[in-house]
């Protein structure tokens, strides 16, 4: 169906934006990053989500470190950097323009 195509490639669009914002509030594990998409229905499997976070932390927007976990393997909590705030402060800007032009084309201002 064409609708779910586009609605897929829209959450692809924005995953990056989405992970930099749940990011935003403190630190987190992949998994907690997964179950926090999942609960606002931006379906993401481990095999989309790590990529992302390679990628994001190569180009300087993430950290990581490793933390025991009380059950099972330590876990690697990723965080925000200082220029991963800055690329959020700016990805926040580019969404609110592009909600106002929609809302323009579409009328509603």
Request: neutral net charge; hydrophobic residues 40%.
């Amino acid at each position: 169906m064409v609708e779910e195509n586009v609605k897929s490639q829209m959450r692809k669009g924005i995953l990056e934006y989405c992970i930099l914002a749940i990011l935003s509030r403190g630190a987190s594990y992949a998994p907690r990053i997964i179950s926090e998409l999942k609960a606002a229905e931006m379906i993401v499997v481990e095999g989309t989500l790590y990529p992302i976070l390679t990628r994001q932390k190569n180009a300087g927007l993430l950290t990581y470190r490793w933390e025991e976990s009380p059950q099972g393997p330590p876990r690697k909590f990723y965080s925000l950097t200082e220029k991963g705030e800055t690329c959020l402060r700016q990805l926040d800007a580019a969404w609110q323009e592009l909600v106002g032009q929609i809302a323009t084309i579409r009328g509603e201002q």
